[in-house]
């Protein structure tokens, strides 16, 4: 069933999706070559904590970080591990949540360690690009399908893969609510966004093709091909007026 937030509500998931914006940033702080997923999950861990908050991924379906840590052709939910370094000309993909007073915030960046190819800056532009174009259908009166297809016809029309497996959620008192909001549709189909909504708004975008497979320890999604895949994602809350980014912090 989706939820409606009130406005007492959404303070609070502005401030979740203020803290889990926040978290991104300290772990964007500290990428570079040698350093551990693992120690970026405890950053992002500390510094949730310190905020009085809890790491909304934390033992969620068993997950054991903090964060999802995922590197370059890795799309979503990698593990954190000590034994897993950043090597310049990597892309990584932070996704992270946080809960407090009841309600989660969901985000999700891609970052450079060091310099990296131009193949990979264009892939994280343009997986952020869908993300706006897709956040600009996030309004009243619109469906889930005018967002997935303002994703998917930015992102396939340059010749990205987007993927089909995982989708964006609605997001609040649980970290997935309903509706699910794919990075791909039919515009003017699929459920309709009413004001007081919250939803996780997520492309994941490859550089290959769209298919993708889960890695033997059950959480690491990668793509098919080895390809590079990118991640950019937000908690955007529909209004009367523009749609409000619950988690963007810059
Ligand atoms: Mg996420
Ligand atoms: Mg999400």
């Known amino acids: 069933m989706v939820q409606i937030k009130n406005s007492e509500q959404l303070a609070c998931m502005r401030k979740a999706g203020r803290i ?11 990428i570079k070559e040698g350093v551990s997923t693992k120690l970026l ?3 992002i861990r500390n510094y949730i904590e310190k905020c009085g908050a809890k790491p909304s991924f934390l033992g969620y379906g068993g997950f054991p970080g903090s964060a999802c840590i995922s590197i370059n052709n890795e799309v979503i939910h990698g593990i954190p591990s000590a034994k897993r370094f950043l090597k310049e000309g990597d892309i990584v993909k932070i996704d992270v949540g946080a809960y407090i007073g009841g309600f989660h915030g969901d985000s999700a960046n891609t970052f450079g360690v060091g310099k990296i190819s131009e193949e990979a800056e264009k892939l994280i532009a343009v997986t952020r690009e869908s993300f706006f174009r897709g956040v600009k259908m996030a309004a009243r009166g619109k469906r889930v399908g005018d967002i997935g297809s303002e994703i998917c016809g930015y992102a396939e029309g ?7 497996k995982f989708v964006g959620h609605g997001v609040g008192h649980e ?3 309903d509706p699910e909001i794919p990075n791909f549709g ?6 309709r966004l009413y004001p007081g909504m919250t939803i996780a708004i997520e492309p994941m975008i490859n550089a290959g093709t769209r298919d993708v497979k889960v890695l033997e320890d059950g959480w690491t999604v990668i793509t098919a091909d080895g390809s590079l895949s990118a991640h950019y994602e937000h908690t955007v809350a529909i209004t ?3 749609p409000i ?3 963007y912090v810059e």
């Open 41 to 43: 999950d405890t950053l």
């Open 186 to 191: 039919t515009a003017g189909r699929g459920a």
């Open 158 to 164: 340059l010749g990205y893969g987007v993927v089909r």
């Open 175 to 177: 970290l997935h609510e």
């Open 245 to 247: 980014l619950l988690t």
């Open 240 to 242: 009367d007026g523009e």
């Open 20 to 30: 889990t914006g926040e978290a991104i940033l300290v772990a964007r702080e500290h």
